[in-house]
C-alpha cells in the first residue's frame, strides 16, 4: 500500500469518516492534526490550496476530502489507488 496522510482536526465528524473508511479498507495513514502541530495547516493549504479539513493525500496524489473520498469508493477507484495502481 502506499503512503496515506490524512489532515485533521479535533471534534471534526468528516475527519473521523475518513478515517473510519481507510480503516475498513485496511489502510494504514498518518494523522497530522492541524490544532496541535505548529505550522500544519499552512503546510496543508499549500499542498492542497483548501482550507477545510479533512484533506487527504494517497502517494503523491491529493484526493480532496472525504466526499472526495467517498465519491472515489463509490467508483471503484479508491482500492487501486491505495494498492498504489
Do not use: W
Request: aromatic residues 6%; glycine residues 10%; hydrophobic residues 40%.
Amino acid at each position: 500500500m502506499v503512503d496515506v496522510v490524512i489532515y485533521t482536526s479535533a471534534f471534526c465528524g468528516y475527519c473521523n469518516a475518513a478515517k473510519n473508511l481507510l480503516q475498513r479498507k485496511g489502510a494504514s495513514f498518518s494523522e497530522v492534526r492541524i490544532d496541535q502541530v505548529p505550522g500544519a495547516r499552512d503546510k496543508m493549504v499549500e499542498l492542497s490550496g483548501r482550507r477545510t479539513v479533512p484533506q487527504i493525500f494517497i502517494g503523491d496524489e491529493h484526493v480532496g476530502g472525504h466526499d472526495d473520498l467517498v465519491a472515489l469508493d463509490r467508483a471503484g477507484k479508491l482500492d487501486p489507488l491505495l494498492q498504489g495502481e
